[in-house]
């Protein structure tokens, strides 16, 4: 088991961190202020020249893609200290075409997309000319259970007909947001875990609403949003399904391993940045004549923070060396840990920064509890904690179980 | 020691919970809604029909001012059983005039103001005819040790000048309010607690701005608010000084130690509203097969939810009666001790009904998101956890150490 | 709800908690030395005179049978209080006539025994002239689930005969203990919890073999004492069936909730113990320059301590105050609440601290190591915390249930 | 960063796991219970007889020695797989002479012994014919602050001349425990850190006398157990001294950092014990008519468990690894870490198997309680969790302090 990096891995972070430290980070704010600025929805030119002036720079310094081994290089624990870096950042994920939910969908069209997909879609995504959407969990059922997922899907003459709603399209507030990736029911009939399917749905189909956006906390995350979407009679021909009728939770299953495991590395990223405030702000303030790291718990409260990132900055990079191993049933036990464990831990650190910022904290002038909401989020997406739980007592047990 | 309610009040709380579950909370939503329309920092007519209205109301049927002794007839221990109800409802505090920081404001000039003050201000606040809000902490100093206060106010004549900034003015968006109350630094010598004062400024006073709202989490709780504040050479007459220059602190803590206690007690309605979500969520719900509220650990948080808030009610009606007993000194750690337990059961629960509702739970669809980041202020407002821990712990030790 | 007390309460309140203090409490130490003198399982004549000159003390002080509300003429409220104090102190609850199992089998003698059994059981165990002890668990099942109990008990004749093993026959260990009230099977059919009787047997049946003392945590708890015990072909006449068969768990029901709620006042008086220790070790100890109080979380682990323990404790009361209103069915979510929150409280204050004593604080040289392992017994003992949660929630549940 | 074996090592820690497991953990419970035959602190004919055939096993099987660098040929990392192995069973680690204190103590002879020393103490103590004690703590100050200890030490002609107390010295109570290494205190003046020096004191040496044994929860984990011990005008030689006066803080570095990291290896291997007993028992157990496992937040506990043993396990593996990098200053901060995670983690996992197997957890009847006693010391011995959480504060402070 290791855990280090080959000479070009080792090159492309120092040359990513330092990308990011000094052109991405000094521009987040700036882009964000710009959200209040006209239609919450458009980018506005400011933020245009922003993105592109940076996603511009990243490919030109061969920071583009990293997430997809062939175009980066990189193993899934390499990727891990990329992803890392880049969760410190509000823009560098984008900035690098490694954010989510699009590096999922890339990686549907690129292992189960048609030629036709390939060309409409995995292209112009790849590079960064478009976005796209991921519909998954819906309002009207637990998604937890993604066998009550229910947005119906019924095949008619030469196409498929679609009708029902979708909550949480995250990134469909993108004015680029150009596809969608859409977990629908195709059967009511067979075994539970075939009777959903994928398919593939553009943005501007006719009969597709969006009737408002999610708020996380009150954030909208304009422009990028978290859509609430109604299908009407949606029609798309055929050919828009992916792999077949039934399959859609094996496409699920390949999707979301490593769309967990990269939130969760960004994750890790978001604790170090919070840490790093903490630190910061307990070494400038003073109350009661002292620096605030030196009063009451609060080495405690630092040290706790180093303990548990390092832990679970370890278990990150151990499920993602389980994923370079190649089989991933074994990964899977490993990739539910760290879904656990890392946005806990971030958490947990980010909370604890906001209280060492006082009022400060809770506001808008740190990245902190923004930083929180997010990663509040993740405690639920892709399956919600209690979910991830089960399956790693569940792998736990099995050993001890006796063949019957 | 006795926490039962006099007939008196047993009527009272049976109306009140009334009143708030049947016409207070279904007007709650509509209120918020009408936000986004036109101005957020002006009433729209239906919000001010809606909250007209409900004062009315609560008036008639004699739920008006309980906070107030002789107002209400009750003592601090029956008006928290009061304050839980409300506490329930985003609008219920303010539609029985009951809401901070103006009754912190009104006990202020209640005890300490002059008769011109009373009829200027505290008459229309009992009226519920204007709004106020109280300026302590300030953005550039660590405001858990008060000391540091700085903002300035020097003697020029027949008036005081104000110099400097403040931030999270509660209340100090809304239209309404007409009147800040102060602290300030009158003088850089003499004993730490006896160089800041409290003074009254009209909020329409020359000299000061609004610079911006700050944002919970990313609420700005419009039209309330919260703003961040500045003072250039704002004159006030030397009538507008409290008690007197040097007597801040000792107002301080008569206006906070009530203040405490309302937050927390309202803090344990919103824990039981949390719960009764949670619970209602996990019986409808269904996923695997079952109710939610049968899977997995959901027995246990929902037994853990019901066991602290007991526990936390218990601890609050205790520092109630304290308080009734008379001797503010012995209350303190009583009131610390809430002040830190209130919040923390209420963030748990509702985290865990967060939790429970899936995405739902940290979208606008629940109160629970607003409520959580509300909640997550009262573990930094009017001191942060970390300086009431110190306050209970030295309490404890005082009666173990020598007589020196 | 009231949590006071009557005068005559109070005055006992104060005779005890002196005489504990003045008179049971020292004796603790050397008690407890004279354990690894000669036999542990029997009484040094050291031993028998501390325990015999305490027990004259405190019926001549009133202070005998408290725990009997005729006897000791006080509420389940009232009762608190001095159970609170007895459990500061090893000797105190048997001194008081006051110690677990022997309470709860006096009560089930008073409430189900025959007038024979009130003679030859019930009187001299209300005279401190012989103990008892209570056969409910078994090694072979898990005894959460109490109608896995199969200890098997057949009619023959004008006798039962009883075979099978228990363990955890607490105070079976001392000489003086003379009768066993024993939970069997007698029936494999009908309703799940109509199969179990309860039935008396003397200690000194023919068939009745003590196999070994159980450890906790290393100690044998001579000579009280945990015992495993084998019953073969134990015979006991036709009217040592206590009601009739089958009302076992009937009668188990009317044993556990006083019983339960007692080991938690006194779980409450061990951490108020543990916490005072701690405080007095902070202050004392010197490391860094500073006492141990002043380093590092100090502060928060005392003051966390206080804060659990008052809510605690008035959790207690609550529960002990629902009992009283006299609805067993009302009352019972109060005392699994407490027998959850009780040793959870009691074990993180004694944990706490044992670390402020160093290594200390493991050793023999406070009490606190010993009370650490009963308490933890207590999370299992009379149902473990799980089940208790479980009867929490659902009656939570029960609320938002729709009749069906 | 790599975790990884070689083929060595790999080919090693099979041998080491199948001894273990077949050999050694079956002779625990055999070798346990002869304790209480005769004379505690005797070994009896049957212990010699486990314990020298399973050494002389050991060796021939080359697991001999393994924590010695040269002895075993392994890294720090490889010997971590080793020690958690050996952490499983109650006597591994004796039997492959790889026991607390005597690795330490080797250490010390081997790195800051002189030659006499050497063949006096390091080579017997090498072959597994004596054994050894570490005596550091004393009861009369805080050790936390090791800068507080005491035990005087006077030159006096030829001749130091010892005098004060120690307690815990683990070990003493073998009878092959043959020589002690004694922190003591040479002078009072001068820098802190330089007043205190190591020497070497064969234990039958005149003067010395056993107090007691310390017991832990109980236990007073004879034979080897835990010694107060009293030095009264102990006369060793001059060169008996270790390094030079002064210098004793030094050596204590130098042995505690591979110590306090041995034990935290051998932690993970007990946590990992435990889970395995809580997974069997969850399955084999029944209640409410299911296994325990499937009961309420039974997976959560279990998949609580297996994340936070891979996460501690990791950092241990990580702190080894900083170590093997040869910078001890750099590898201080991560060996606090796994000082802090490594019993904490493990007392968790321990805590909840009790819990699992009710009563029976508690008890002798598994290696559970006693070994949650043993971890428990972990939190204390060889710097209290404070001490190194503050270590780590400060090493992460470090880098954001302003140089001045």
Redesign the interface.
């Known amino acids: ?4 990096l080959s000479p070009h891995a080792a090159g492309l972070l120092t040359r990513l961190r330092r990308f990011i430290a000094e052109r991405v980070m000094p521009a987040d704010a700036e882009f964000l202020d710009e959200v209040s600025v006209g239609d919450r929805w458009e980018l506005t030119p400011k933020q245009v020249e922003i993105l592109e002036g940076l996603k511009k720079q990243a490919r030109a310094l061969g920071l583009w893609n990293l997430w997809h081994p062939e175009a980066g290089g990189l193993s899934t624990v390499e990727y891990a200290y990329m992803a890392e870096e880049m969760g410190k950042s509000h823009l560098a994920p984008e900035v690098c075409n490694c954010n989510a939910p699009d590096t999922g969908n890339m990686e549907v069209f690129h292992k189960y997309g048609t030629p036709a997909m390939k060309k409409a879609w995995l292209e112009p995504l790849m590079a960064g000319d478009i976005r796209s959407a991921y519909l998954m ?1 819906e ?1 009207q ?5 993604a066998t ?1 997922i229910s947005l119906s899907c019924v095949k008619s003459g030469e196409e498929y007909v679609l009708n029902g709603e979708k ?2 399209a995250t990134g469909a507030g993108d004015p680029r947001c150009s596809v969608y990736i859409v977990m629908v029911r195709t059967s009511h009939k067979g075994p539970r875990h075939e009777q959903h399917s994928m398919i593939v749905v553009p943005a501007n189909a006719k009969g597709i609403e969006k009737l408002r956006p ?6 909208d995350d304009a422009p990028h949003g978290h859509f609430h979407v109604r299908f009407t009679d949606v029609r798309v021909p055929l050919e828009a399904m992916l792999l077949g009728e039934g399959r859609g939770f094996e496409i699920a299953q390949g999707r979301l391993g490593p769309g967990r495991i990269h939130h969760c590395m960004r994750a890790i990223g978001m604790a170090e940045k919070a ?2 405030l903490m ?2 702000r ?2 400038e ?4 004549g002292a620096p ?2 030196e ?6 409260v ?6 548990e990132i ?3 900055r ?2 990150c ?2 499920a993602a060396w389980m994923m370079d191993q190649g089989d991933a049933r074994a990964a899977a ?1 490993w990739i539910s ?1 760290i879904k ?2 890392g946005p806990e831990v971030a958490l947990k650190v980010t909370d604890a920064a ?2 060492m910022h ?7 002038d740190t990245p902190l ?2 930083q ?2 997010h990663l ?2 993740l ?3 892709d399956g ?3 979910v ?7 792998a ?2 099995r050993q ?2 006796k063949p019957s």
Chains 1, 2, 3, 4 share one sequence.
């Open positions: 088991m290791t855990f280090g969990t309002p059922v637990a998604s937890s259970d009550n909550w949480w999610m708020e996380v906390y009150g954030h840490l790093e630190c910061e307990s070494l303030r003073k109350a009661f605030l790291a009063l009451g718990g609060n080495y405690d630092i040290a706790n923070g180093r303990m390092e832990q679970a370890l278990l990079l151990k036990p840990m656990v464990a906001v209280q006082g009022a400060m904290g809770v506001s808008q509890a923004r929180w909401t509040r989020t405690r639920l997406a919600p904690d209690a991830h739980r089960r399956q790693v007592a569940r736990e047990l001890y179980r």
